[in-house]
């Protein structure tokens, strides 16, 4: 199994876009890149809209070789209506339009499928439902927190499973801190786990050190599985500066079980960027 984490928040865009490969299947998970409309009271830096464009074409590329596109949730940092046409021809396994949805999300969603229109092969709601393509199985979770709660809405999670191999797409979870979340993860007992860290550069103020405590147990679970040797923690959690400090009782644990934490930046072998993060910095030292 061949896997690309294309574009991330470590790598400088609001994004988890992944590619995945095997000799069954080519797949494209959540194609979607955005940035932070303000974060430190600024609007994105000249250096973040040249990295979303750039990530963005990659998206695209990698889209024109993939049998299969996946759509976790409606956020437009998980999927385009704007170009539509990367669907076309293709199997579009979505996160269902109308049920387990917050309003906001329920109007992306149905804007997305009328941009849509008959441009896909076929078109499958993919709510804990299990998809096969040849010895590939696709198998998504019902539907849980965008989060610790319902207020922005839900998305579902996947597995990707060939033989002994396993990779876990966590999208959304920011944590994980809720049970559900957590459950279907250590189900799947993954080689490879890429999650949706949690929401520490909001501590104390959107994010509760109770959340966070139970996403600390929950990746240490996740860690202490046999099947895993690589736990990639991103998104929302590189959104901080000092992730590895806040983290740093699980990268403790992690050295004594012996498996690897590490930012998709660093699953790439590339530059830990952290643009957002580092914001107010790139104003101060490449005024625009």
Known sequence: MRIELIAADS???????????TP???????????????????????LELQKMEQDWRRIKKLAERSHVLVVT????????????????????LIKHPTSSINRSQKERAKH??????ELPEKLEYSDGKKFTFGSTQLTFSPPVYHGTNPRLGYV????????????????????P????????????RPSI?????????????RYSRASFEHSLENLRKLLELEELRTLILDHHLLRDLEWRQ???????ASETLGKQILSAAQFEKTEETMLEARRRQLYEESPP
């Open 11 to 21: 790598m400088g865009t609001r994004s988890m876009a992944t590619y995945i490969e």
């Open 246 to 252: 806040k983290l740093a009782e699980l990268f403790a």
């Open 112 to 117: 997305f499928l009328e941009r849509l229109g």
């Open 193 to 205: 786990a890429y999650i949706d860290g949690p929401m520490s550069y909001m501590l104390g103020y």
């Open 156 to 175: 579902t999670q996947l597995a990707v499973r060939r033989g002994d191999e396993c990779f876990l797409f966590s999208s959304d979870v920011e944590g």
């Open 24 to 46: 069954d299947i080519r797949l494209l998970i959540d194609p979607g890149v955005a940035l932070a409309p303000k974060r430190y009271g600024l609007p994105p830096h000249p």
């Open 177 to 188: 801190s809720v049970p559900e979340q957590a459950e279907f993860m250590l189900s799947q």
């Open 73 to 92: 949730h409606y956020h437009y940092d998980h999927h385009s209506p704007e170009e539509p046409e990367i669907y076309e021809g293709k199997i579009a």
